[in-house]
């Protein structure tokens, strides 16, 4: 017997209701005001003249300008080549004297340095999350399946990074980082699962973690759970499994040691888009897994992922 796909609208009620902002209007990134006059323009060295704004609420008064990533001054070839390299899995050394040797070529002198690739990392990784706020799956997966994988930091201490995957179109719908193995790590990763789809699952697949079982029965009451254990039936969650080893292979690898939570999660989540929005597989005849969940967007490189992501950001303003 077939079973009728559920949607939000259809259980008449919202995962998050501090969801993505619907407001196309400019406001004060500080304060949320709507209240700002133009403040004049930075000349910035890499970047070129900028329009400054000044917040009017009198609790905050602050400047803000037009830029999406705040504090950064480099042209968007520089992000290109430092997300590329990052997600390849390339040493951060190695990214900044390809930077430098790239600058070099075009005629200019830049200075750059391995903390500022980091936060570089981190603020794209920020911002690119706003894409999918704003477009959701047009094409739904009757399947879910979640899982984990540890991950090594410093002073001998670990990491957890727990997946969700929809199968039929093989889109990694969300990646947590946390401390600790335990429930609200699977109920931080369906969370977000379920605000990027916009729908729920009929199954939810997972091995035998009593946590990823906890989890399911909290966030998708409505779905079925097919849970077992890995030595009995190891095939129950083969696909996520694959896109586990396929996110080894690239900038979190075991061998790595994220110096930070933050900068693994960052990571994790460049993983994540570049496998939805950039990368083809076979299994879905030469498609992303953005274009078979129906998403139609033309991104072939990170910058038409930044600059779509910054276009979507000055709207929110």
Known sequence: MKVEQKRWEDYKCMPNKNGPSKSRKRCCPH??????????????????????????NKKCHRKFSDAPILHLHYPLWVLDIILSLFVEGMRM???????????KMKGMEMSISIPTVINIVKSCSNLLLIIEENYHHELISNIWQIDDCFQPRP???????????????????????????????????????????AYYPVVVQCDGLHSHAAAIKKILPHARLNQ???????????????????????QIAKGKCFTT?????????????????????????????????????????????ILLATRLSKKRR
């Open 31 to 56: 304060c949320g005001s709507d209240q700002f006059v133009k403040n004049g323009e930075r000349k910035r060295k890499y970047l070129g003249s900028v329009q400054v704004y000044l917040c009017q």
């Open 155 to 197: 002073h001998r201490l670990w990491a957890y990074i727990t997946n969700v995957l929809a199968v039929d179109q093989r889109y990694w719908l969300a990646s947590d980082v946390s401390v600790n193995r335990d429930t609200q790590a699977s109920i931080n990763a369906l969370q977000q699962a379920v605000l990027r789809a």
């Open 228 to 250: 077992k254990s890995k030595p009995s039936d190891i095939s129950i969650v083969n696909y996520i499994e694959r896109l586990n080893r396929t996110m080894r292979r690239g």
């Open 93 to 103: 050394e190695a990214i900044v004297e390809d930077v430098k040797r790239t600058a």
């Open 261 to 305: 939570v933050e900068l693994l999660q960052a990571a994790a989540e460049l993983a994540r888009l570049q496998y939805n929005f950039l990368s083809h597989h076979k299994s879905l005849k030469g498609k992303t897994p953005a274009e078979a969940a129906g998403i139609k967007l033309n991104i072939r490189s990170w910058k038409d992922l």
